[in-house]
């Protein structure tokens, strides 16, 4: 265990808020808040969407006023609220999630623009800015191209480009929110290695991550918000996963394997020596009846590429698909779903679902012939094959005609799911059924993954996060570079074992 | 008294509002500015000149609905309206017999579907993009169109084939029955078939709608397949009404009718819109014409108008989008 602790107790924060309550529309989004971050420390703000981080991140840096009683401490200076100047200049830095940068832009001029710009004269000097870039890229240990456009670069390094610009600024606190929400494995270990550096430096860095595995690897201090009020604040020394997970829920999970053997149920589908040169090579696997076979590794491993082949959307070189013991080879999807496959897609917003349609239009997409009377669609048909899956799989929602946009990650997830069980298939395959799906909610997902099973279907999960697949799969398969490199029953072998061979 | 409300509300869609509105604006306007206006003179002028736009419009609406656009929309019309002109022409002109007429029609429905073929095709598998792919085929047709005639008129047609462009059949003119049939025909396909719901899905997210299942490369092409025979319709009654083809014809037509779709409340970027809404829309306009007309306005002042009525129903759907916005932050 890492313990980011130049910060030693008892110092005067540098940062001290009290009394902050935010009301939106008869909302109450922030409750009596307080909060307080050290010099230097590392420190994480964890709760489910919606429980006010962000909000309290806009009163930090000036976004959003506080109502009246509000006390934030800042350095030395006391103020009833935050200027986004105010904040800037002081040197409070965010880097959001979704980077606000500009990726036609070089490196340079990402980085040092708010340095050059509006200064007189009204010239850009593009020298000076390709120096305060390469500095900033120093303290933090990396050399890029600063003359290359930005969208040259990966994600990973988009983010330290955010990073070094936050450090232009002289920060003192800097907000980092989801930073490690679209990195790989070693691309996070570098980043966490950054924030350390960064504290290690002087400057304190409040840290905001669904990943609570990584949360406790760099913070010292965690405070906790649920429905917009403070639940506690805590030292990341003697802190577990579940028991984050239980303050920031309120709820108490009692994670236990769930591994069955299925070994004398028929075989739904079989698969053999699977190969699509670059993607994924020699694939072989089977799934029973009932059965739940688990699919975890890196991204870029090569799972959603076999989801897809097992899909029909991509064609395989070599090796077959068998289907309750017949060989198949699908022209498109819509051969795999008349062959009884489903595929909830990792990609709910742009793939999964048709954001801004009706929920009722996205939940009967995919089998629209069981809702035609007399060759045409039929409304009274769809409303009721709707309110039955909603029932039935316990969505919440407003009216069946409202936008699937407006439902909350969970319950979108239900409606995804309803839409494929519509199909009546045989094969389910959920590929990484939890993104974007708050902590209580995953639950309540995999409870109704455990009695799809139940009751007979094929499911193959793929999921990144070990522990979803361990807990949730009767059999565990370890991907590497298109490959199956790995398989573990989960009754005999400890989590930390196989998250040592995928994380290695 | 509220569930009727609501059930009205839940059948015409939120589209409605814009097109209602302009129209009780227009008829309260010119009802009170000019004793004609609300006469049957008035309405019977709106009847003739409603359907030539509305069958462009309705063939513009099917692509806006993927994401798309057919710009090819005006030429097809005339290329099938030629395509009859020479099959009544080659078969004894004025003296052609309605037999032939009727195989007129029917090769001008399938040179109409066949334009709209190609565009969908070269759409659905290049992933072209349909502005691009409808300009290129607009351009064909015109040059086409303008080589085989030379740019002149074609008239001299059969005397049975006038009413269809100015008869009536019991009061009711036939180019607005013909126009009536189709806005059907297109509410039934938008609203209850499967064509229709991958129509909006497409216009939505056409990935999305490919993983669900959707073979969404038929659907383009269907889509565009229906607007080219679409287009055809509107060359019959067009050659009908002036008695004569001619390859410009109705050119100026194209944008009115991508506006009449926005009037109508129909998404620009495609996936949202009902026909109702846009039939609504279309009365509008021709309403606000004649009523101009009768009022001693000169006819080019007319399109000015339609286009300020335009501009002022964007402006007024983003006041009425913040006032909803305001209520819904109040409300919660």
């Known amino acids: 265990m890492h313990q980011a602790t130049s910060a030693t107790v008892g110092e005067k924060p540098l940062l001290s808020l009290r009394n902050i309550n935010m009301t939106f529309g008869g909302v109450k989004a922030l409750k009596n808040v307080s909060f307080e971050v050290r010099p230097g420390e590392v420190h994480c703000l964890a709760g489910e969407n919606g429980c006010g981080k962000s909000t309290l991140i806009k009163v930090i840096t000036g976004v959003y006023r506080p109502g009246d009683g509000a006390v934030i401490e800042y350095d030395g200076e006391t103020y009833s609220h935050m200027s986004p100047v105010t904040a800037q200049d002081r040197g409070i830095q965010v880097i959001w999630q979704d980077l606000a940068l500009f990726p036609e832009m070089s490196v340079a001029e990402n980085i040092a623009f708010h340095e050059v710009v509006g200064r007189r004269p009204r010239l850009v000097d593009y020298g000076r800015m390709r120096r305060i870039a390469i500095d900033a890229l120093a303290r933090l240990g990396i050399t890029l191209d600063v003359d290359l456009p930005l969208k040259e670069y990966a994600i990973a390094q988009r983010q330290i480009v955010a990073i070094a610009r936050a450090l232009v600024g002289e920060a003192k606190l800097v907000f980092m929110d989801e930073p490690t929400a679209s990195l790989t494995q070693s691309e996070t270990d570098h980043l966490l290695n950054i924030v350390r550096n960064l504290s290690a430096s002087g400057v304190a860095v409040v840290f905001v991550s669904h990943r609570l595995a990584e949360v406790l690897e760099i913070s010292s201090r965690i405070t906790v918000l649920r429905d917009g009020a403070l639940v506690g604040v805590y030292p990341a020394a003697g802190m577990t996963q579940s028991r984050i997970t239980e303050l920031m829920t309120g709820k108490t999970f009692d994670q236990h394997v769930r591994a069955r053997p299925k070994g004398d149920q028929p075989v739904v589908l079989e698969v053999r020596g699977l190969t699509r040169p670059g993607q994924f090579e020699d694939i072989s696997l089977t799934v029973r009846r009932g059965e739940t076979v688990g699919i975890t590794g890196l991204l870029g491993a090569g799972r959603t590429e076999l989801a897809l082949a097992l899909f029909g959307m991509l064609k395989p070189a070599s090796g077959t698909i068998s289907i309750e013991g017949k060989e198949i080879r699908f022209g498109s999807n819509r051969d795999a779903i008349k062959a009884g496959v489903a595929y909830l897609s990792e990609d709910r917003l742009s793939l999964g679902l048709i954001q801004p349609q009706p929920i009722a239009d996205n939940l009967v997409i995919a089998s629209l012939r069981k809702i035609l009377s007399g060759g045409l669609l039929s409304e009274d048909r769809k409303r009721s094959l709707v309110s039955r899956w909603i029932a039935d799989l316990g969505v919440r929602i407003g009216r069946q005609a409202d936008a699937i946009s407006t439902l909350s990650g969970g319950n979108q997830q239900r409606v995804a799911i309803a839409k494929w069980l519509a199909t009546d298939p045989k094969i389910l395959i959920l590929d990484c059924p939890t993104v974007g799906v708050d902590v209580g909610a995953r639950a309540g997902i995999f409870d109704i993954v455990a009695k799809l099973a139940e009751s007979g279907l094929a499911i193959v999960l793929i999921s990144d996060e070990v522990p979803e697949v361990y807990f949730n799969a009767d059999r565990v398969l370890h991907m590497a570079q298109g490959r199956i490199v790995g398989t573990y029953d989960p009754r005999q072998t400890r989590l930390e074992e196989i998250e040592a061979a995928v994380y290695a | ?332």
């Open chain 2, 1 to 332: 008294m509220t569930t009727i409300l609501e059930r009205v509300k839940t059948t015409l869609g939120p589209e409605m509002a814009g097109p209602g509105l302009a129209f009780v604006a227009v008829v309260l306007v010119f009802g009170i500015a000019s004793p004609q206006f609300l006469s049957a003179a008035t309405f019977g002028s709106v009847a003739f000149q409603l359907p030539e736009l509305g069958l462009l419009t309705l063939a513009m609406l099917l692509p806006i609905l993927t994401g798309g656009l057919n710009l090819a929309i005006t030429f097809t019309a005339n290329v099938a309206g030629l395509t009859v002109a020479w099959v009544l022409k080659a078969n004894g002109g004025v003296d052609a017999g309605v037999g032939i007429f009727i195989v007129g029609c029917l090769l001008a429905l399938l040179v109409g579907g066949a334009s709209g073929v190609v565009m969908g095709l070269v759409i659905a598998f290049t992933r072209a993009h349909p502005i691009l792919v409808s300009l290129s085929m607009m351009i064909f047709l015109r040059g086409l169109g303008e080589f085989l005639t030379r740019g002149g008129d074609i008239s001299g047609f059969p005397a049975f084939v006038g009413p269809i462009g100015h008869g009536s059949i019991a009061g009711i003119p036939v180019p607005l029955i013909v126009f009536i049939v189709c806005v059907f025909a297109w509410h039934v396909l938008l609203g209850r078939t499967k064509l229709g719901f991958n129509t909006y899905m497409i216009g939505s997210n056409l990935e999305a709608t490919r993983y669900s299942g959707i073979n969404t490369r038929k659907a383009i092409v269907l889509v565009y397949t229906l607007s080219g025979v679409m287009c055809a319709i509107a060359g019959i009654i067009m050659l009908a009404r002036f008695n004569s083809v001619r390859i410009g014809h109705g050119e100026s037509y194209l944008l009115i009718t991508v506006l009449a779709c926005f009037l109508g409340g129909v998404n620009p970027f495609g996936g949202f819109g009902r026909v109702i809404p846009v039939f609504v829309a279309l009365v509008v306009l021709q309403l606000l014409s004649s009523g101009l007309n009768l009022i001693g306005a000169n006819q080019h002042l007319a399109t000015a108008v339609w286009g300020i009525l335009l501009v002022g129903v964007m402006i007024l759907r983003w006041v009425a989008s913040r006032i909803k916005i305001s209520i819904v932050r109040r409300g919660s």
